[in-house]
């Protein structure tokens, strides 16, 4: 995801502070590394945290970092309250309404579908979001 | 030859002759007080702080609020950082439950990770959540 961790190419951070959005014209110093295929990294990685298909075998990089969602698996039952746990677990209560309907409207969608599934839907779509993506 | 050494906003070091390993700390010493006193270094810390920590676009006024605490810690100190960050994290601006939408800032790469693994229970194949080459996608223990 373009950021070597504790090997910033230079004293002045990856990004520079005043860095202004392309076609914008919007200060976003963060967006000097946020390219086509950094953002697709991170919707991978959130993915494959949530899927659990991270590779385990590399040498010396003890990788297959997954989320345990047990949790939350018994929430299924009603797509709301699953939506609202995440809302809070996640977005610290501040998931917009249209997010929310996108959420719930997959999950209807999943009929035959077990619970752990329904979850790991439920957080990879709001993980993959642009509101997850920024701060405020 | 030993010179008169002139600094930001006038200030002067005299001439040391012979430079030693003492004079040259003694002077390097000064000469970064001397930058730390210059006006434009509350504003740069306060405007690259409130980018990391709060919001991309701040406004004039919010840097200012910061400035001040920089300049001025309460008590009369100038480069209190803890009275910076309190600044920055306790300002109208960084706490408005509806700010405006150019409020906020993209998290970079690691915050991202950590944001969403923080938000569960992370397990992974062994205890050892080694962080080597994050620049790749699957790179994270």
Same mark, same amino acid.
């Given at each position: 995801v373009s950021q070597d961790l504790f090997r910033s190419p230079s004293v002045f951070n990856y990004y520079p502070p005043a860095f202004s959005i392309p076609d914008v014209g919007v200060n976003?110093?963060?967006?000097?590394?946020?390219?086509?295929?950094?953002?697709?990294?991170r919707v991978n990685f959130v993915a494959e945290t949530t899927y659990k298909t991270m590779f385990v075998s590399n040498p010396n990089r003890p990788t297959g970092t997954w989320l345990d969602l047990s949790s939350i698996t018994p929430l299924t039952a009603s797509p709301y309250q699953l939506t609202g746990t995440l809302?809070?677990?996640? %977005?610290? @209560?501040?998931? /917009? =309404?249209?997010?929310?309907?996108?959420?719930?409207? !997959? %999950?209807? @969608?999943?009929? /035959? =579908?077990?619970?752990?599934?329904?979850?790991?839907? !439920?957080?990879?779509?709001?993980g993959s979001s642009p509101e997850f993506f920024v701060e405020r | 030859m030993a010179q008169l050494k002139t600094l930001?906003?006038?200030?002067?070091?005299?001439?040391?002759?012979?430079?030693t390993a003492a004079s040259a700390t003694k002077d390097l010493n000064d000469a970064l007080d001397n930058i730390v006193q210059h006006q434009n270094v509350g504003p740069f810390i306060g405007r690259n702080l409130i980018e990391h920590l709060v919001t991309s676009n701040p406004s004039p006024a919010y840097i200012a609020r910061v400035t001040a605490a920089f300049n001025d810690n309460g008590s009369g100190v100038r480069g209190d950082l803890k009275a910076v960050i309190r600044a920055i994290l306790l300002d109208p601006e960084a706490l408005n439950p509806s700010p405006d939408s150019l409020f906020g800032h993209l998290l970079e790469p690691i915050l991202f990770k950590t944001r969403?693994?923080?938000?569960?229970?992370?397990?992974?194949?062994?205890?050892?959540?080694?962080?080597?080459?994050?620049?790749?996608?699957?790179?994270?223990?």
């Open positions: 976003g110093p963060e967006f000097a590394i946020q390219s086509t295929s950094t953002a697709l990294a809302n809070t677990l996640m %977005l610290h @209560g501040a998931m /917009s =309404a249209d997010l929310h309907a996108a959420v719930n409207n !997959a %999950l209807a @969608g999943m009929t /035959s =579908a077990t619970s752990l599934q329904k979850a790991q839907r !439920a957080v990879y779509l709001i | 930001l906003n006038g200030v002067t070091l005299p001439a040391t002759s012979p430079v969403l693994l923080r938000a569960f229970d992370t397990m992974a194949a062994t205890t050892d959540f080694a962080l080597t080459d994050t620049y790749l996608p699957s790179e994270l223990g």
